[in-house]
Each structure stands twice: as structure tokens, then as C-alpha cells.
């Protein structure tokens, strides 16, 4: 079975400074990757996606994250952020052949601070 | 459109109580599943459901059971609730179609077991 780790439980920043959460996947087969965002006392919302094509995304938040099959890694980076993005974060991998099953990391915690 | 709705949002039971969680999705997705959200855990799949008329295993089934009776609903329930059923439990639906699609989560219903 697929397993996602996320090793950064939570990750406190700075207002304005980089950020990357990391992301690796466990499944040399081909893969679908997402990132999810959850806000305090909400459910998930979809960041951004990886299906196929340019192994870069983005989100329309700032946000990006690239596929690296060699290193099986799907790290979330912003170059900048915001106190707005103070949530939770997920990566989450579906395997081609069974395309209904979602195994999702364990989250990051991520706090920015004025 | 309302998207994923659940109902409870809160409840607190008393060991060995049942309930019934019930979630509704108005995007006429075929697939839904139910998931339980734990700290430092991530989120972990109970049972999902194809079809109406059509319900799953997933990653921790014991001591749930689900129905589909119609396509837009999908009920979560809890027979003799215990207190390892404390949790956060989310709904979500998705489109199939031959395609990977995204996962559309509901706000969660917040459960506890005394």
C-alpha cells in the first residue's frame, strides 16, 4: 500500500519569509499528487495538483510544488507568506489503478508569525 | 450550490450509544467516503462507496458501518461508540468518469465518546 510522510509536524516562519513543506511518497508506480489546505475548524480545500505534463504547479495563492519521481517528493513551497497562511497542510497521492483511493500524510502545521 | 454537508456538527455520546452521521453532496458525484482525522495522524479512510447501492472497506473499518441508499447521501454509523472513536470525521465526494479528480471534503463533524 501507499504511504505519504510529511516529517515536519509543524513549521512556525516568519511573515514574509520562505517556506517549504515536504512531501514523499512511498509508491514507485505512477502517481497523482495533491496538497490540501485546512483552515482552523474547517474542512480540506484543494491547494494545487499534480496529474501529469510540467512536474511544476502552481496554486493562485502563491504557492507551488514539483513532482521529483526520482526522489518520489512533492514538497509545497511559497516564496513568501502571509499571516493568511497560517492552516494545516496535506499531501495527499492516488495510485493510477485505483484512482478512488486517497492516502494522505499525517499534515504540517504551518504558523506564520508577525 | 451547498456542496459536501454534514450533519451533526458536534455530538457527545456516552459509551455503548449509537448514531448516525450523515453526509450529503449536491455535485452528483458518484464516488464518497468517509474519514477520521486524529492529531499528528492525518486523515485515515473508514469506508467509501462507488455507487448507490455500493459501500467499501478502507484503511479502519471496525466499528462502523456505512449505507448508499441514495447517490447524494451517505450515512456513517457507529453502533456501540467507544472512546477510540473520539474524533474529527470528514465526508467527501468526487467525479469519476476515467479520470483522477479531486476530492471535495465537507466542514467535519466533531465527535466525542465518554
Known amino acids: 500500500a501507499q504511504s505519504v510522510t510529511q516529517l515536519d509536524s509543524q513549521v512556525p516562519v516568519f511573515e514574509e519569509a520562505p517556506v517549504e513543506l515536504r512531501c514523499n511518497y512511498s509508491s514507485s508506480v505512477s502517481v497523482y499528487l495533491f496538497w490540501y489546505v485546512q483552515y482552523p475548524n474547517q474542512g480540506l480545500q484543494l491547494l494545487l495538483k499534480?496529474?501529469?505534463?510540467?512536474?511544476l504547479v502552481e496554486s493562485i495563492n502563491g504557492f507551488e510544488a514539483e513532482f521529483n519521481k526520482s526522489q518520489t517528493s512533492f514538497h509545497l513551497r511559497k516564496p513568501s507568506v502571509h499571516i493568511s497562511d497560517t492552516a494545516e497542510y496535506f499531501c495527499?497521492?492516488?495510485?493510477?489503478?485505483?484512482?478512488?483511493?486517497?492516502?494522505f500524510g499525517s499534515g504540517t502545521k504551518l504558523n506564520v508569525k508577525p | 450550490n451547498a456542496g459536501v454537508t454534514q450533519t451533526p456538527k458536534f455530538r457527545v455520546l456516552k459509551t455503548g450509544q449509537s448514531m448516525t452521521l450523515l453526509c450529503a453532496q449536491d455535485m452528483n458525484h458518484e464516488y464518497m467516503y468517509w474519514y477520521r482525522q486524529d492529531p499528528g495522524m492525518g486523515l485515515r479512510l473508514i469506508h467509501y462507496?462507488?455507487?448507490?447501492?455500493?459501500?467499501a472497506k478502507g484503511e479502519v473499518p471496525d466499528g462502523y458501518n456505512v449505507s448508499r441508499l441514495k447517490k447524494q447521501n451517505f450515512l456513517l454509523g457507529l453502533e456501540s461508540a467507544a472512546p477510540s472513536q473520539t474524533s474529527v470525521y470528514f465526508c467527501?465526494?468526487?467525479?469519476?468518469?476515467?479520470?483522477?479528480?479531486?476530492?471535495?471534503f465537507g466542514p467535519g463533524t466533531r465527535l466525542t465518546v465518554l
Open positions: 462507496s462507488v455507487g448507490e447501492g455500493t459501500t
Open positions: 467527501a465526494s468526487s467525479h469519476t468518469g476515467g479520470m483522477v479528480n479531486e476530492q471535495f
Open positions: 495527499a497521492v492516488t495510485e493510477g489503478y485505483n484512482f478512488n483511493k486517497f492516502y
Open positions: 499534480y496529474l501529469s505534463g510540467s512536474t
